[in-house]
């Protein structure tokens, strides 16, 4: 649960949402992206209230919102193409949805291929999902994302579970990424240096509460010390 948060994000803006496990990452990404409905307060999107919207509406402004999930989220046992497409089925009705899942358009089969080639691993496109290393199921994932055509990209702790040097690597891509295609991109991290040699601004949160709210170069030492010396409270989300 989130108690009290208050936050902007600027077009076009990268930040880095960082805390102890519990702190309510997941929840407030979730939230953003219109999956989850909140108790009380709003969320708006383009300065329009995500809640105060039609159904149609709703599916609408989530599709312009990119969401990299932790575990990737990729069907296993279809091919990468398929997994890339699906990224786009919030835009489309539910038959033309699954035509272009099983009967792919040579448009979109282009359009797939040209974000795997920016990711470095377009001879996979035809390839089974769960045959791909996870690396490269990471940025399958991160593929089906953008290929949302999405205005802001969310991604909850995308390298939670890869080494320091592929970590970097990863955090580059997507910086890299929003900052050719001017996204707003907001990325949860457990990894403070990497957040922030990455992010010009990093929001702390703890038991559900944000703590700070800063640019990077105004953070000290004391400011992610106190972030977690309390970790061992009761988590709230």
């Given amino acids: ?59 609408a402004a989530r599709a312009r919102v990119g969401f990299v999930h932790q575990d990737h989220a990729l069907v296993p046992n279809v091919r990468v193409a398929q997994n890339v497409i699906a990224g786009r089925l ?36 035809f390839f089974r999902t769960d045959t791909l290393s996870g690396g490269e199921q990471q940025r399958a994932a991160i593929a089906r994302a953008l290929f949302q055509r999405p205005r802001a990209l969310l991604a909850d702790e995308p390298v939670a579970s890869v080494d320091p040097i592929r970590a970097r690597t990863v955090i580059e891509l997507l910086t890299g990424l929003a900052a050719e295609r001017a996204l707003t991109l907001v990325v949860s991290l457990h990894d403070l240096a990497l957040a922030r040699a990455s992010f010009p601004r990093i929001v702390g949160l703890r038991a559900g509460r944000v703590c700070f709210d800063r640019r990077t170069e105004e953070l000290s030492e004391a400011d992610y010390a106190a972030l977690y010396e309390l970790a061992q409270e009761k988590p709230d989300a």
Avoid: C, Y
């Fill in 1 to 59: 649960m989130l108690v009290d948060v208050d936050l902007a994000v600027e077009p076009g803006e990268a930040l880095a949402l960082v805390g102890p496990s519990g702190a309510g990452k997941t929840t407030l990404l979730r939230l953003l992206n219109g999956a989850l409905r909140p108790t009380r307060g709003t969320v708006a999107v383009e300065g329009r209230d995500l809640f105060a919207l039609s159904a149609s509406e709703l599916r």
């Fill in 90 to 125: 919030g835009q489309r009705g539910l038959l033309p949805g699954l035509r272009s899942l099983v009967w792919p358009a040579r448009s979109d089969l282009l359009e797939a291929h040209a974000v795997l080639l920016r990711l470095g691993i377009e001879e996979k496109l």
